[in-house]
């Protein structure tokens, strides 16, 4: 039997009251049933949002953007909608279990040994990702450098070197502590902030010599696909939106917010159905507020490529895309512009790396706990894996910046990885809700009609990515 599956059945021993991975009868609520309700609730949707608008969306969306116009505009919204069904899948099985999506995933059969086979790409990937997120303290350093450079070029070698080494000394030292509620908050700000950020940008646009018009929104809601920009969707569609490690993620922020501990233990009962049913609801109204929120920033994102860059023909990659736009709002607007727009990549890239962190520390420890190296039902034991995470892992990242210095690069390897991952998170989902989720808590005809509609569209997209990755297919 698993670490988290014992845990799961209440273990007598290393554990504490408010563990909120531990499903204990005393620890029951009554879930909200309006969303006024429920807006008290919400926060693991809240850091997913902080997780995803970051490099991803500031360089990604606003290159793509910059590469198609404004055609594109309507797959930002499909793109990041399609995957919400995945995620709240994964998240519904969370709830119901009180098992994170780690022993999910080694729960899929084949297996080899401990492990499942879906646990073996997490852990492929996982290593890729050490490559991506480097990026994420790049990105960072490089937005640090320009606003407040040091030396005599804003990003010469020495300045973002120094940035990059303060990041992530700063990023250890605030989350040691691994504490949920001082996560949550501090997302909850940033996220804020770029999100009114980037709309005070977007929107600004057409007062401005790259004014857009209601008919470019319009041409760019219009589901027209030119042949030419087929490979510019695909790049779109998986890298814009839940990833997989953010789905992972928030199947461990929505337990710490406490959905499945105060669903209670599965006892079989009506009681229990339907409490489940109602914090499962819950956590969908969180899912679908953080979509929003990350939707409305990558579009922001996008039409800030399409209205500034397309017409100029630029399509700047990795931080000198940062560096063109800031530069470009210092012309247009002068220098509260370039201000403003930094700001909004600080707490977009910030928010990124505050979320990323203590999010890949609980996959990280949860993978090692099946593997046999600790029990996942001790609390204390936990925690230490998860903070040692926390201090390793942001190392291990600007290492591989220091070593290869290319964020664009690397958020591209970890993107390619991700994708094909991804597919087979679709697959884990599935097979999750027909297995371990009884019938009357997996949601009517519309849920199951969403996860077959996500999960074909990942699955083709996962197949897309491991073509083209080999070279069988073209991008582009």
């Known amino acids: 039997m698993s670490s988290a599956a014992r845990s799961a059945q ?25 969303w006024r309700g429920s807006i008290r609730f919400f926060g693991p949707g809240l850091i997913v949002s902080a997780s995803i608008v970051g490099a991803g969306e500031l360089i990604t969306a606003t290159a793509l953007g910059a590469e198609a116009g404004f055609v594109l505009l309507w797959l930002v919204i499909f793109s990041t909608l399609v995957k919400v069904a995945v995620q709240v899948e994964m998240a519904r099985y969370s709830i119901v279990t009180g098992l994170g999506g780690m022993e999910g995933y080694n729960r899929v059969p084949p297996r080899f040994g401990k492990v499942s086979w879906v646990f073996v790409m997490w852990a492929l990937m996982a290593i890729s990702k050490l490559i991506q997120t480097g990026g994420l303290i790049g990105g960072m350093a490089a937005a640090l450098s320009i606003l407040l450079p040091i030396g005599s ?5 020495t300045s973002l070197t120094i940035w990059a080494v303060v990041v992530t000394g700063a990023a250890i030292a605030s989350l040691y502590a691994n504490k949920y509620g001082v996560i949550e908050k501090v997302a909850v700000f940033l ?92 956590m969908q109204k969180d899912a679908i507020v953080a979509w929003v929120i990350y939707t409305v920033s990558t579009m922001s994102f996008y039409i800030m490529g399409a209205a500034v860059l397309h017409p100029q023909g630029l399509v700047p990659q990795g931080n000198d895309m940062i560096e063109v736009l800031s530069q470009t709002y210092a012309s247009v607007l002068g220098e509260w512009g370039r201000i403003l727009y930094l700001v909004g990549a600080l707490a977009a890239l910030g928010s990124t790396i505050w979320a990323a962190i203590p ?58 990885a991700g994708g094909i991952f991804l597919a087979a998170v679709a697959i884990a989902a599935w097979y999750l809700r027909r297995t371990y989720v009884e019938p009357d808590l997996r949601g009517g005809w ?12 990942i699955l083709l997209l996962g197949v897309y990515t491991a073509l083209s990755s080999t070279g069988l297919v073209e991008i582009g």
Do not use: H
């Open 153 to 157: 070029a804003p990003l010469e070698t």
């Open 191 to 282: 996220t804020m902030t770029f999100v009114a950020v980037t709309l005070v940008i977007a929107l600004g646009l057409p007062m401005t010599e790259y004014a857009y018009s209601g008919g470019d929104l319009a041409s760019g809601l219009s589901l027209s696909l030119p042949v030419g920009a087929i490979g510019i969707a695909v790049a779109m569609f998986g890298l814009t939106g839940v990833g997989s490690e953010e789905i992972t993620a928030y199947t461990y922020w929505c337990l710490e917010k406490g959905y499945a501990r105060w669903s209670g233990p599965n006892d079989g009962s009506a009681d229990y159905k339907r409490r489940a049913r109602g914090w499962i609801a819950v």
């Open 10 to 34: 209440q273990p007598e021993t290393a554990v504490v009251q408010d563990d909120p991975y531990r499903l204990d009868p005393a620890g029951v609520r009554e879930p909200p049933t309006t």
């Open 446 to 457: 519309f849920a199951t009609a969403a996860i077959i509609v996500s999960g074909v569209a």
């Open 359 to 416: 999010s890949w520390s609980r996959s990280w420890a949860n993978a090692l706990s099946i593997l046999g190296v600790f029990d996942w039902a001790d609390s204390a034991r936990r925690n230490g894996w998860m903070r040692f995470f926390i201090v390793v892992l942001p190392l291990v990242w600007l290492l591989t910046f220091l070593w290869i210095s290319s964020p664009f690069v690397m958020i591209l390897i970890g993107g390619v």
